[in-house]
């Protein structure tokens, strides 16, 4: 079965460090990656896509992600957090030739001033 | 460019009765999509759809029934509301690939007493 971990609920980070958000997956096939991001009462919006090709992934609002097969791991990162990056961020994968897509539990970003 | 609409958006219910929630989108997207979301468990998938006509079951279907007889509408029937149906429902649509990113309605929340 297709499972995404997200190890932490709540990763803490001063503004203008930089912040990792971790993300593990479990599926068949290959594996194709996302993440998404939630405000507060509002619907969950797309960050990044990995699919192929480079492990290195850019996506929107200086976000990006780093695919590592041999882990199974698909952490977001940033270089540089503000404060208006603090959010739910959400890991979510789909293996082969499947499709549904899975999500994490999500992690709590919360990015002090 | 509404993208996907869901209705209603807030909705308290007795145990027992029946409702519907709407979901639209104006994207001509074939794949569609129902989640809940409850603290700390992420976002599960109760529904999918892969075109008009076509329906299948995701991680929770137990309760719920859906159709799907246009491109554009997708709902979701509650027949017997129960306590354990209390969460935040969220629509989405895709392209119809693995690969697309889903797009997502603004939620409903949905209280069971």
């Known amino acids: 079965a297709q499972s995404v971990a997200q190890p932490e609920d709540q990763v803490n980070v001063a503004e203008g460090n930089p912040l990792t958000v971790k993300c593990t997956y479990s599926?068949?096939?290959?594996?194709?990656l996302f993440w998404y991001v939630q405000y507060p009462n509002r619907g969950l919006q797309f960050l990044l896509k990995y699919i192929t090709g480079d492990n290195l992934v850019k996506g929107s609002y200086g976000f990006e992600a780093e695919f590592n097969k041999s882990q199974t791991s698909f952490h977001l990162k940033k270089p540089s957090a503000l404060v208006s990056d603090s959010a739910l961020y959400f890991c979510a994968a789909r293996g082969g030739a499947t499709n549904k897509l899975i999500f994490g539990t999500g992690t709590l970003l919360a990015v002090q001033p | 460019n509404a993208g996907v609409t869901q209705t209603p958006k807030f909705r308290i219910l007795k145990i027992g009765q029946s409702m519907t929630l709407q979901c639209a989108q104006d994207?001509?997207?074939?794949?569609m999509y129902w989640y809940r979301q409850d603290p700390g468990m992420g976002l599960k998938l109760i529904y999918y759809s892969v075109g008009a006509g076509i329906t299948d079951k995701g991680e929770v279907p137990n309760g719920y029934n859906v159709s799907r007889s246009t491109t554009e509408d997708f709902p979701l029937r509650l027949e017997l509301a129960a306590p354990s149906q209390t969460s935040v429902y969220f629509c989405a649509s895709s392209e119809g690939s693995y690969t697309g990113e889903l797009f997502f309605g603004e939620g409903s929340r949905l209280t069971v007493l």
């Open positions: 599926v068949s096939g290959n594996p194709y």
């Open positions: 994207m001509n997207h074939n794949y």
